[in-house]
C-alpha cells in the first residue's frame, strides 16, 4: 500500500504534466490574492478527480490539502490551488463513483470547508455535490448552521449550495428567509446572495419579486441581486426596466 506522500507527489506531477502558463496567468487574473496557481483547467481536474474517486477517493482525499496546525484557514498546508479544488472534486465524486456514504462525505466536506479562500473552488465544489439531489433533507440540514456562521466562505459554501439544488417549490419560501438571515459583512458572502437571489427570480419569478418588496437584504446586497437578475437573458426587457426602478 502507497503512503500519504508517494499519493500526493503522484497527484503533484500529474497537475504539473497538466499546467498551462498561459492559463496560469487567465487564472490568476480572475482570483486576486491567491497564490500557487499552476494552471490547470477545470475539465482537466474534473477528469482526473474521477479517475481518483473510483481508485481510493479516501486516500487520496486524505493525503491532499489539510489545515495544518496553528495555520488560519484557507492555507491548506502550503497547498498548490489546483491541489484544493481537486480534493473538492474528489469528494464531491465520492459516492458516484465509489458509492461512498453519505455520512462520510459530509465529514469530508466539513473538514474541507477551512480550505476555501476564494469564490472559485467554492463554487466549483458545490456545483459537484450532486449527492444533494439524492439526499435533500440531509444534505439541507447539513448546510443550514453555514449561513450564520462567521467565516465568509462558510457562508457562500451554504448559499451557492442552496442556489445550485434548493431553488425548488419546496424551499423557495425557506430560502428568503435564509436570505434575509445573512448578517456576514464579506464581499463573497454578500455577493453569493445577490446571486442566489438573482437565480430564484429566473426561476420563481413572483414570488421573488414579492420577496425583494418586503425583504430584509442590506442596500448593497439587494441592489447587486437587482442587478445580476437584470443581466439574465431569461428576464424580458419590460421586467428589467421594472426592476432597475425598484433599486434604493
Known amino acids: 500500500m502507497r503512503t500519504a506522500s508517494e499519493m500526493r507527489t503522484e497527484i503533484r506531477e500529474r497537475l504539473c504534466a497538466l499546467a498551462e502558463p498561459e492559463y496560469r496567468e487567465f487564472s490568476a487574473s480572475l482570483l486576486p490574492g491567491v497564490e500557487n496557481i499552476l494552471g490547470v483547467r477545470l475539465p482537466k ?89 439524492e439526499y435533500p433533507d440531509e444534505v439541507w440540514e447539513f448546510i443550514l448552521p453555514y449561513f450564520q456562521s462567521e467565516k465568509e466562505f462558510f457562508v457562500r459554501f451554504a448559499v451557492v449550495m442552496s442556489l445550485d439544488h434548493y431553488i425548488d417549490p419546496a424551499h423557495i419560501h425557506r430560502l428568503f428567509s435564509l436570505y434575509d438571515s445573512v448578517r456576514h459583512p464579506g464581499y463573497y458572502a454578500k455577493m453569493a446572495v445577490a446571486w442566489a437571489v438573482s437565480m430564484c427570480y429566473v426561476r420563481f419569478p413572483k414570488e421573488t419579486e414579492g420577496y425583494l418588496a418586503s425583504c430584509r437584504l442590506d442596500d448593497f446586497t439587494y441592489n447587486r441581486a437587482i442587478q445580476k437578475t437584470t443581466e439574465s437573458f431569461r428576464v424580458d426587457a419590460q421586467t428589467k426596466k421594472r426592476l432597475r426602478s425598484m433599486k434604493r
Not at 93 to 101: E, F, M, S
Open 45 to 133: 481536474l474534473r477528469k482526473l478527480a474521477g479517475q481518483l474517486a473510483a481508485r481510493d477517493w479516501k486516500g487520496y482525499a486524505d493525503c491532499l490539502a489539510k489545515q495544518g496546525e496553528g495555520e488560519k484557514e484557507g492555507t491548506g498546508a502550503g497547498a498548490c490551488f489546483e491541489e484544493i479544488m481537486l480534493k473538492g472534486f474528489v469528494i464531491g465524486y465520492a459516492h458516484d463513483r465509489a458509492k461512498a456514504p453519505l455520512s462520510e462525505i459530509l465529514a469530508e466536506t466539513e473538514a474541507f470547508l477551512p480550505l476555501i479562500d476564494n469564490w472559485s473552488v467554492c463554487d466549483s465544489f458545490c456545483s459537484t455535490m450532486k449527492i444533494a439531489r
